[in-house]
């Protein structure tokens, strides 16, 4: 065969074999960009073991109402299905921490995250916040007792095993949240915040 046509012939391979090389590699970047990435869960230090995939469950956050002082609202939210209650009260968390999606206020400061959340079989849930938590809060013994209350009542309503909430921030006993309320012992649920309910008697607050 002349040389100039088995030069011809080997071009014509080295340009086939790009044209496919480049159409796999299209494919691929035009998969990538469909393809659902998995749900985001900027809030935790250590994300649930839940699958994506798992059914959804609908459970009640609370968040400190925007038209009345004192006063927590509910709103529901999606979340998935898991065997572990600490992985289902993990998601509460996260979800709290992102923030309403109805106009409400928030129940902890921006850049909040949780470490870590331990529950015993006594029912009490440890719940260890970063210290954004503590150093971003705006203050206040009414907005302290609402994100204190925001948590509690969050996992107590839709975690049955927990009964009892500890705070912890960043792994450690802090004196207060924000300078008012005494983090050194665990809360129980508290209702009288809730819209619907009686307002709740700060104590101190005047």
């Known amino acids: 065969m002349p040389r100039h046509l088995l030069f ?32 985001p869960v900027p809030y935790l230090a250590v994300p649930p073991t839940v699958s994506p995939t798992s059914p959804l469950r609908m459970v009640k956050l609370f968040f ?21 209650p600490s992985d289902v009260a993990k998601q509460v968390l996260s979800e709290l921490i992102g923030g309403s999606q109805e106009g409400r206020l928030p129940a902890l400061p921006p850049g909040t995250r949780l470490h870590e959340l331990f529950l015993t079989k ?23 007792l609402a994100s204190i209350y925001c948590v509690v009542n969050s996992l107590t ?33 508290d209702v009288s915040m809730v819209e619907g309910n009686q307002p709740a008697t700060l104590s101190g607050s005047q």
Do not use: K, W
Request: some cysteine.
């Open 8 to 39: 011809g012939l080997i071009c014509l391979l080295l340009i086939s074999l790009a044209g496919v090389s480049y159409y796999y590699d299209l494919q691929q970047r035009i998969q990538e960009l469909v393809r659902p990435s998995p749900e």
């Open 64 to 84: 400190p109402s925007s038209r009345q002082e004192n006063r927590l609202e509910g709103e529901m939210r999606g979340i998935r299905s898991a065997q572990l």
């Open 122 to 144: 006594r029912g009490l849930a440890v719940v260890d916040l970063s210290q954004e938590a503590s150093l971003n809060h705006p203050g206040g013994l009414t907005m302290e």
């Open 157 to 189: 309503q839709n975690v049955p095993e927990i009964q009892q909430v500890q705070v912890l921030i960043e792994g450690v006993e802090a004196e207060t949240l924000a300078g008012h309320i005494d983090l050194s012992r665990p809360f129980t649920e």
